[in-house]
């Protein structure tokens, strides 16, 4: 296993060989513009609830995460997610009163701070040693099941953008944010992406027998693997906006924001530390940094540093958030959910944070008009491969015996889990486990080979 330090300034030989290193697509250029929107699933109702009930400068938040995707892309060379930090976002709105703008933003600085300081004093490496595999298997799992129940309730229910979560109100079945949609969604994803593995992993299913039935579903499957499905979700998504709410076109103001620094004052930094920071700190410590690292060793057989990726997060919020933007760090499921859907090199995330600084700069906060119109569930179909693939991480380890049995999670989740809620689980995860199944009778039904 490839084991990589990831300078913070590049050190080979000539910048120029460096960029273009890095400008180097790995996957066909349709895969890796999917893979890009594979994690907004969470952006987009995060970023939404945070403008509208906390206040948050939208166009600012646009602009930052766009230089933050651009040079991240830059300088880890893996789809590196830029992504909310949700525990923060969750007390942001969820407890009364709400809170400001200048508490998150302090609440966020004191985050990044403490990871810049783990990371410039070696301590983050120490840690990253120190914790034993087991537990951050267990964090991938926690996420993968988090998703899970995330996008059934996405699929199941109306999104309320006021508390952060979905509502008690079923999702009706007709209509442009309806049951029927978002279950279509879900199906069209799953059988364009598959099992997740990649075409070489498809090709050697296929390399013990030559004939050719086997050789017309490899390519049939290869057409539909190359079907940018979150992509073309999310721009379909983008197009039932106008159609649900066409005042839209109205609304809609060219420019971005003015740019200002944030004031904040000594009760912003104890209320932000106190509320929101001491819960952030731990999860950042083990989502953004650890498990980030870990899973980049599964997926593209290259460990990060744990020291750069803690002063990546310290830098990105010490900059950003004295401007208002929301406070962000990385992931292990936003790695795990735009990896399934096709990145594999840097240039996936370069895609996407040109496409927010133009949103930014273009539509500024007037864009929150066509967010607030978005069909949330469409977005579940996202999250559960999202959730799929970080799971994976774990159970392709022998460690999960041990971890289940230390922490008696079986039982917990048994008594933890409605009836009903264990069965939309298991019917989920039974479809998307055996996605690659449901492809090849896809092909043998449409496309039957004569």
């Known amino acids: 296993m490839e084991t990589t330090t990831t300078p913070l300034l590049p050190g080979d030989r000539g910048r120029c060989g460096w960029l273009r290193r890095r400008l180097r697509l790995k996957n066909p250029l349709s895969s890796e513009l999917s893979g890009a929107v594979g994690d907004l699933g969470?952006?987009?109702?995060?970023?939404?609830t945070l403008t509208l009930v906390s206040n948050l400068d939208l166009s600012t938040t646009l602009i930052f995460t766009g230089f933050y995707n651009i040079a991240t892309g830059l300088l880890f060379d893996i789809p590196m997610p830029v992504q909310p930090m949700k525990s923060i976002a969750a007390v942001a709105v969820s407890e009364s009163p709400h809170l400001t703008p200048s508490q998150i933003a302090a609440a966020g600085a004191s985050t990044a701070a403490t990871l810049l300081l783990l990371g410039a004093t070696g301590a983050m490496s120490f840690l990253y040693n120190l914790i034993p595999l087991p537990v951050v298997r267990g964090v991938q799992l926690s996420q993968g099941l988090q998703f899970a129940f995330t996008a059934i309730k996405y699929v199941r229910f109306n999104y309320d953008a006021a508390t952060l979560k979905p509502s008690s109100s079923p999702r009706t079945w007709l209509g442009l944010d309806g049951l029927i949609l978002a279950l279509a969604a879900l199906l069209f994803i799953i059988l364009s992406t598959g099992s997740g593995n990649d075409r070489d992993a498809e090709d050697a299913d296929f390399a013990e027998t030559s004939s050719n039935e086997s050789q017309s579903r490899r390519r049939r499957l290869r057409l539909l693997s190359s079907i940018p499905s979150a992509l073309i979700v999310f721009v379909i998504g983008l197009v039932l906006c106008f159609i649900r709410d066409p005042s839209i076109f109205k609304d809609l103001k060219f420019g971005p924001s003015k740019f200002h620094i944030l004031r904040i004052t000594w009760d912003d930094w104890k209320i932000g530390f106190v509320r929101a920071a001491i819960p952030q700190i731990p999860l950042s410590v083990l989502n953004s940094v650890i498990a980030v690292c870990k899973l980049s060793s599964d997926l593209f057989d290259k460990e990060l540093s744990a020291t750069t990726v803690s002063i990546s997060v310290g830098v990105m919020n010490l900059i950003g958030c004295w401007f208002g933007a929301m406070p962000v760090c990385h992931g292990a499921g936003g790695l795990a959910g735009q990896y399934r859907f096709g990145a594999?090199?840097?240039?996936s995330v370069i895609f996407l944070g040109i496409g927010k600084l133009i949103v930014g700069l273009v539509f500024g906060n007037s864009f929150v008009r066509i967010l607030s119109q978005f069909p949330i569930g469409i977005l579940g179909g996202s999250v559960a491969?999202?959730?799929?693939?970080?799971?994976?991480?774990?159970q392709r380890h022998e460690h999960q015996r041990r971890f289940l049995h230390h922490v008696g999670?079986?039982?917990?989740?048994d008594d933890w889990l409605e009836c009903r809620l264990r069965i939309w689980v298991w019917s989920c995860s039974l479809l998307v486990t055996e996605a690659k199944n449901v492809r090849l009778f896809f092909c043998n039904s449409v496309f039957p080979v004569k």
């Open 409 to 413: 999670l079986r039982r917990c989740v």
């Open 385 to 394: 491969i999202r959730g799929d693939r970080t799971g994976n991480g774990f």
């Open 42 to 48: 969470t952006f987009i109702p995060i970023v939404l």
């Open 344 to 347: 594999r090199s840097g240039l």
